[in-house]
T-cell receptor
């Protein structure tokens, strides 16, 4: 089966850096995605890693280590608007089937 | 235009009612999805349509009936729902569902309450 584990809650200070980890167990691995969802909003795609290493997109970066079945999302220069839930996700059995991790609720304090 | 729209935003229905949720996208995507999301939980895949054909049904009860009238529209017909079906129903679309790196674009969802 497929399973993803991530912390349920993380708290950080505005302007700081935070890392949200995700470990996965999958039969077949095709890549790791990250989605952001604000309360009452739709999930929005942030990043996708198919290969080992760091992908940077503005203040957000995502890292993957296939040998460790581990990835993380790094958020820099935190802003209050970054308060949201963050889900790691993997496709399984086919590209159109995605399983999401349980989500990490990020709270930013001033 | 990278928008997926869903109507209605909110829906309250009784267990004997029949209602429909609607989803529309104009990005030329050929794969469309229905997800169910309970509070503080991740989205769970219900159905996938690829090129207007149902390609995945995640063992969803028959009281949920999807329909894809054309490549831009996706409906979810609801009948004889249970209170535990109350949730946020999300629609999404992607290029054609064949690429592992495809981005799924989500609509804002319909918040459903079954009384």
């Amino acid at each position: 089966g497929q399973s993803l584990e991530q912390p349920s809650e993380v708290t950080a200070v505005e302007g700081a850096i935070v890392q949200i980890n995700c470990t996965y167990q999958t039969s077949g691995f095709y890549g790791l995605s990250w989605y952001q969802q604000h309360d009452g909003g739709a999930p929005t795609f942030l990043s996708y890693n198919a290969l080992d290493g760091l992908e940077e997109t503005g203040r957000f970066s995502s890292f993957l280590s296939r040998s460790d079945s581990y990835g993380y999302l790094l958020l820099q220069e935190l802003q209050m608007k970054d308060s949201a839930s963050y889900f790691c996700a993997v496709p399984y059995s086919s590209a159109s089937k995605i399983i999401f991790g349980s989500g990490t609720r990020l709270s930013i304090r001033p | 235009d990278t928008e997926v729209t869903q109507t209605p935003k909110h829906l309250v229905m009784g267990m004997t009612n029949k209602k429909s949720l609607k989803c529309e996208q104009h990005m030329g995507h050929r794969a469309m999805y229905w997800y169910k999301q309970k509070a503080k939980k991740p989205p769970e895949l219900m159905f996938v349509y690829s090129y207007e054909k149902l390609s995945i049904n995640e063992s969803v009860p028959s009281r949920f009936s999807p329909e894809c009238p054309n490549s831009s529209l996706l409906n979810l017909h609801l009948h004889a729902l249970q209170p535990e079906d109350s949730a946020l129903y999300l629609c999404a679309s992607s290029q054609d569902g064949s690429g592992f790196q495809e981005t799924q674009y989500f609509g804002p969802g319909t918040r459903l309450l079954v009384l």
